[in-house]
């Protein structure tokens, strides 16, 4: 199962104490007392992994370790040893207390989200020509310390859309090596699915229903997902009794989540039309009075296959 949002805790580890040391050798008397090592520091890293939030879902607390305590002998303490958490490429990431927000958008890129407490001064940094045997010392930094929300937009090339049972995974299945489960049911896809046709990447999204924008369906949860693609291919069944109706409710839901989705390059993709003859498809094709270019295919025709990686790779120019 996909986890596309998460709300966790971090914190970033504290600075140790610096401490009170003198040398014990006659004739080298003195302040000796180090600094405490300063806190481990939390980062994010971006992996190839769509599913790197799935250990989000019950590791909700991460903790750097603290920097250990000043030595004697002018000896520092180790510092804290950073944390590292990965995250899928495509991740947000939002400060929930002030609204900051960094994104991972990478695979390998590195962002500082809690910086570590700076260490304590021991007596050593304290000696003066008139205070030879200070007694002072600093005790170590806090760490920095909130809760991070945690959501994740695919980055993907193209959005593949449209109504539940449009077929949209048997496309992907298709088009790439792509391996989405499809069956003859609505809602067999619960969770987007990625595939790669020559360097570009492919997303299937949950089939969209009216209402979907509003929370009806499972539309709302990924509709997110497609605010970074470049471009929609819009699927709808040619076993459908009104395409016009089919294509304004997908478009009507785009534009209440987001009017920008619906400003994105279009190509509307009538599948299954191994099921329907030359002059049913010829009736079908009038309905559509719309802007965007149309195809039809069928996965069991490669011809049409071929012909569809092309419009795809036009669309992309």
């Not at 709300?7 to 000796?32: C, H």
């Not at 304290?126 to 695919?154: N, Q, V």
């Not at 369906?217 to 970074?228: A, D, P, Y």
């Not at 039309?273 to 195809?295: A, G």
Request: aromatic share 6%.
């Amino acid at each position: 199962m996909l986890t596309d949002e998460a709300k966790i805790k971090i914190q970033a580890g504290k600075g140790g104490d610096g401490i009170v040391a003198f040398d014990k050798v006659m004739m080298s008397l003195g302040p000796t007392g180090g600094r405490g090592g300063n806190g481990g520091n939390i980062y994010f890293e971006g992996v190839s992994d769509v599913f790197a939030l799935n250990k989000y879902r019950h590791m909700k607390e991460h903790y750097a370790p603290d920097g250990k305590d000043g030595r004697g002998n002018r000896s520092d303490g180790p510092n804290g040893k950073d944390l590292v958490l990965t995250v899928p490429v495509g991740t947000l990431l939002t400060n929930v207390a002030n609204g900051r927000t960094q994104e991972i958008t990478e695979v390998g890129q590195k962002i500082l989200a809690a910086k570590g407490g700076i260490g304590g001064r021991g007596n050593f940094y304290f000696r003066s020509g008139s205070s030879t045997s200070p007694t002072k010392f600093e005790l170590g930094k806090s760490g920095e310390g909130f809760d991070l929300s945690i959501e994740l937009r695919l980055i993907a090339d193209v959005g593949l859309i449209g109504l539940p049972s449009a077929g949209k995974s048997s496309l992907l299945n298709e088009l790439t090596a792509a391996n989405a489960k499809v069956a003859a049911y609505h809602f067999t896809t619960l969770e987007p699915n990625l595939g790669v046709m020559d360097d570009i990447i492919l997303a299937d999204i949950p089939g969209l229903i009216e209402g979907a924008s509003a929370g009806r369906g499972l539309g709302i949860k990924f509709l997110r997902h497609i605010q970074r693609t470049k471009a929609l291919l819009h699927c709808i069944s040619l076993e459908s009794d009104d395409l016009m109706r089919d294509y304004n409710i997908i478009r009507q839901e785009l534009a209440s989540y987001d009017p920008k989705l619906i400003e994105k390059k279009e190509l509307v993709i009538l599948t299954k039309n191994d099921l329907v003859d030359e002059k049913e498809l010829k009736t079908k094709l009038k309905e559509l009075k719309i802007d965007s270019k149309i195809v039809s295919v069928s996965i069991h025709n490669l011809e049409d296959l071929g012909e569809l990686k092309k419009e795809i790779l036009e669309l992309l120019q």
